[in-house]
């Protein structure tokens, strides 16, 4: 999942050198145990750990034939008729290889346009080359060939089925023993246990490096309260563990402690009746008691205002009559719009009950 910074309680840094962990294989340095003293952990349950590549620095050191890749034998009429010697070859170097071999009586030319391979039986009696051997697959496969037995008669030409492909090892996954949970592959369609996936993208002898903002951050979200061991193994894209032939390497794995983002759980009125999923009805609004209120006679006449409002003393000792308006209370419409409420809400009721009957 992406990384957002607002929900971090904590972080750490792990750097990994190959030379100074625990090797489990006896032949290659990439399955490895990391112990340490440092424990990296959570304080409460509401936190998960999330975990990330951080960088690698790896020497693009692993061949792309080995007896390990399964991929240095081809057999003819049944038996062994061409080994590879294990190393790193481009198209022109397998090319020269193969014509040199004394054993294996064909001919191979690469057609660069189409990058096929058109292999020629070199021989006067007719041969069967085994690509569908299973020790010779991984060679027919990277030649181009479909993974099946070929009749060839003397002087016989074949051009390969597919282009050819001798970038054998494709990425490079990074596994761990930790219990990942939110990384799936097309492997068996389910989880598997790993954090990233290494792409590579150099030659033969260059340094392989990984930067997580070219690849999109990712961190996986392991279901665990601390960590103070690990195991990590470094697989191309069929499971194998890669050869790096004793080449060191570095990683560094980012750590990041997040609080979970918590939900707001509605709270559930009563037992899940179907009346709980029906909106509660808006009564309709009382209108407001009118009122009623005594107008001023309008004055229409400047000659009718008395003398006294316009300034002048009164000749008169009579005093203005000023009128207070008074409140009247339309009883019959307060009582209707009682009624019509207790009404509609003995309605509303009613049709409840009839849901809850009918479901």
Request: proline fraction near 4%; glycine fraction near 2%.
């Amino acid at each position: 999942m992406s990384i957002s910074t607002e929900t971090i309680d904590n972080s750490y840094l792990l750097f990994i050198r190959s030379k100074e962990v625990v090797q489990n294989d006896p032949i290659v340095n990439t399955d490895m145990t990391i112990n340490l003293q440092a424990e990296i952990s959570r304080t409460n349950v509401l936190q998960d750990i999330h975990l990330q590549l951080n960088s690698c620095s790896i020497p693009h050191t692993f061949y792309n034939f080995s007896s390990r890749l399964q991929n240095i034998n081809l057999f003819v009429d049944g038996v062994s008729n061409l080994v590879l010697d294990p190393q790193h070859y481009d198209i022109y170097e397998l090319v020269d290889f193969i014509n040199n071999s004394s054993s294996f009586k064909y001919s191979i030319s690469f057609k660069e346009q189409q990058n096929k391979i058109i292999l020629t039986n070199t021989d006067s009696t007719a041969h069967v080359i085994n690509f569908g051997e299973e020790s010779s697959k991984g060679l027919a496969k990277a030649l181009g060939f479909k993974q099946e037995n070929v009749n060839m008669s003397a002087d016989e030409s074949i051009i390969s089925d597919n282009s050819i492909n001798l970038n054998t090892v494709h990425s490079i996954f990074v596994h761990t023993n930790l219990p990942v949970n939110n990384v799936i592959t097309t492997t068996d369609g389910n989880y598997r246990n790993i954090i990233q996936k290494i792409p590579i993208k150099n030659t033969f002898g260059d340094i392989i490096e990984y930067n997580p903002y070219e690849n999109g951050i990712f961190s996986t979200i392991i279901n665990q309260n601390s960590i103070n061991s690990m195991d990590i193994s470094l697989k191309d894209q069929d499971d194998r563990l890669i050869d790096f032939n004793k080449a060191n390497f570095e990683l560094s794995f980012l750590f990041e402690i997040h609080q979970k983002t918590q939900e707001i759980i509605q709270p559930v009125v009563s037992g899940g009746r179907r009346s709980d999923f029906i909106d509660t009805p808006q009564l309709p609004i009382q209108r407001p008691i009118q009122q009623q209120i005594q107008q001023q006679p309008t004055i229409n006449n400047i000659n009718q205002i008395p003398i006294n409002q316009l300034g002048f003393s009164s000749q008169t000792k009579q005093t203005p009559v000023v009128s207070i308006p008074l409140e009247t209370v339309n009883e019959d419409e307060v009582l209707h719009d009682k009624q019509a409420n207790e009404l509609q809400k003995k309605i509303m009721d009613l049709e409840i009950n009839i849901l809850d009957d009918i479901l």
